[in-house]
């Protein structure tokens, strides 16, 4: 059977579900909030037992991205992530994701071929782009004087 391409993208389109927009939203905005409102309940605690505001701010990073990371590796966190979409993926938990979801897929290639390198595979832009700026920002304070 002969189409066009504008004959298929009708067809495609006649086919395609549509998407519940509204839905999905509301989904990613509930998730997200819950786990802003959780890591904020997080740094409440470590404030009330006395920890300094960095390093309850620190806390909550690290055991967001723990619990991101520990999920992925079994299997929940992309159950939640096909449910609540950006709401998992915008917080600092999509960035563990986001690393530890190459490394479990390559793993059969090796500690150092396959995980190793796969884990920097989609992060690895992020944290170049990252300390390249950080050390730019730095030379600008301190060649303006900024820096104290």
Same mark, same amino acid.
């Given at each position: 059977m002969d189409m066009t391409n504008e004959e298929y993208g009708r067809y495609v389109a006649g086919k395609a579900k549509k998407s519940p927009v509204w839905k999905d939203m509301a989904w990613a905005f509930l998730v997200g909030g819950l786990i802003? +409102?959780?890591?904020? @309940?997080?740094?409440?605690?470590?404030? @009330?037992? $006395? !920890?300094?505001?960095?390093? +309850?701010?620190? +806390? &909550?990073s690290i055991l967001l991205i723990g619990l991101a990371a520990l999920l992925t590796g079994l299997g929940g966190f992309d159950k939640? @992530?096909?449910?609540?979409?950006?709401? %998992? !993926? &915008?917080?600092? %938990?999509?960035?563990?994701? +986001?690393m530890v979801s190459p490394a479990l897929e390559f793993k059969h290639e090796g500690w150092i071929t396959g995980t190793a390198a796969k884990m920097f %595979?989609?992060?690895?832009?992020?944290?170049?782009?990252?300390?390249? @700026?950080?050390?730019?920002? $730095?030379?600008? =304070?301190? =060649?303006?004087?900024?820096?104290?």
């Open positions: 802003c +409102a959780g890591g904020q @309940a997080v740094r409440h605690f470590c404030l @009330a037992k $006395g !920890l300094e505001e960095d390093v +309850a701010g620190g +806390a &909550v939640i @992530a096909k449910r609540a979409g950006a709401g %998992t !993926l &915008v917080p600092i %938990t999509g960035f563990a994701n +986001a %595979t989609i992060a690895g832009p992020v944290l170049v782009f990252g300390i390249s @700026a950080s050390v730019i920002y $730095g030379l600008i =304070l301190v =060649l303006f004087g900024l820096g104290g």
